[in-house]
């Protein structure tokens, strides 16, 4: 059963990995388990991805997952340099706290375009460059504990696109289950500290009620508690589970 963990001879791709995210977890728990590892993220986080891609041993690439283009020419340059790809993990997504009233149409459009329309985008061609080099490949995307509910923090179009994202992921599952291609989602509860939830820092009480809100009591810790589900995905010890979502939140979404 140990052995179905080890991903050495596989190469894996993690999009939205620079550092301070749970992408950056991702990379990191993929290469400990001997994966061969290309790490990207948008151009602007340039050298945070050089600091992911060190750390790992990865190549770094640079991709705008809302460019249809460049991320089949981010599939096309991985495959070239490794050979393969035999996991492919999407984190890349962004978050809008503002208010429906707030929030303008180019805003709520761009936030769905990222999270939802990029995660399709990068499944759609990872599932294309696996069945054509006939690997049964993983795939697997991030979505939240907001997947099927909303939380006290306004962000009508991040909970519209994360939701979606769990959709996608199942429709990928159904299409590509024929060619062994397994497609499941993680939905991470508040991690902290990412770069995301960085700004919970300076609201001692709301980070302390997100803590209370789960039946643990405490917050996910991105170095410790991310790695092992996120390796279960990605590895051959899923080899039957797909159209997934699993929920690693501290129990938030069984209450």
């Given at each position: 059963?140990?052995?179905?963990?080890?991903?050495?001879?596989?190469?894996?791709?993690?999009?939205?990995?620079?550092?301070?995210?749970?992408?950056?977890?991702?990379?990191?728990?993929?290469?400990?388990?001997?994966?061969?590892?290309?790490?990207?993220d948008?151009?602007?986080?340039?050298?945070?991805?050089a600091?992911?891609?060190?750390?790992?041993?990865?190549?770094?690439?640079?991709?705008?997952?809302?460019?249809?283009?460049?991320?089949?020419?981010?599939?096309?340059?991985v495959?070239?340099?490794?050979?393969?790809?035999?996991?492919?993990?999407?984190?890349?997504?962004?978050?809008l706290?503002?208010?429906?009233?707030?929030?303008?149409?180019?805003?709520?459009?761009?936030?769905?375009?990222v999270?939802?329309?990029?995660?399709?985008?990068?499944?759609?061609?990872?599932?294309?460059?696996?069945t054509?080099?006939?690997?049964?490949?993983?795939?697997?995307?991030?979505?939240?504990?907001?997947?099927?509910?909303?939380?006290?923090?306004?962000?009508?179009?991040?909970?519209?696109?994360?939701?979606?994202?769990?959709?996608?992921?199942r429709?990928?599952?159904?299409?590509?289950?024929?060619?062994?291609?397994?497609?499941?989602?993680?939905?991470?509860?508040?991690?902290?500290?990412?770069?995301?939830?960085?700004?919970?820092?300076?609201?001692?009480?709301?980070?302390?009620?997100?803590?209370?809100?789960?039946?643990?009591?405490?917050?996910?810790?991105?170095?410790?508690?991310?790695?092992?589900?996120?390796?279960?995905?990605?590895?051959?010890?899923?080899?039957?589970?797909?159209?997934?979502?699993?929920?690693?939140?501290?129990?938030?979404?069984?209450?």
């Open positions: 059963m140990v052995s179905s963990f080890d991903l050495h001879g596989e190469v894996a791709l993690v999009v939205g990995a620079a550092v301070g995210g749970l992408g950056e977890r991702a990379a990191r728990a993929l290469a400990g388990r001997g994966a061969a590892l290309a790490v990207a948008m151009a602007g986080r340039n050298e945070d991805l600091r992911t891609a060190e750390a790992t041993g990865a190549t770094s690439h640079a991709v705008d997952v809302t460019d249809e283009t460049a991320v089949a020419a981010l599939f096309t340059e495959q070239s340099l490794h050979g393969r790809i035999d996991v492919v993990v999407n984190a890349a997504g962004v978050m706290r503002k208010s429906y009233d707030e929030t303008s149409l180019e805003e709520f459009e761009r936030v769905v375009r999270n939802l329309t990029g995660a399709w985008l990068v499944g759609r061609q990872a599932g294309i460059t696996m054509a080099s006939g690997t049964a490949g993983r795939i697997v995307n991030l979505t939240t504990v907001y997947a099927e509910r909303v939380g006290p923090v306004p962000e009508s179009a991040y909970y519209a696109s994360k939701a979606g994202v769990a959709n996608v992921t429709s990928l599952a159904a299409e590509l289950g024929p060619c062994g291609i397994t497609v499941n989602c993680l939905a991470p509860g508040v991690f902290y500290p990412t770069q995301m939830t960085a700004a919970l820092g300076a609201d001692p009480e709301r980070l302390a009620w997100f803590g209370e809100r789960t039946m643990l009591g405490r917050l996910g810790d991105p170095d410790s508690d991310f790695a092992g589900p996120l390796l279960l995905l990605a590895s051959r010890a899923s080899s039957y589970v797909t159209g997934q979502v699993l929920y690693v939140d501290g129990g938030w979404s069984a209450w």
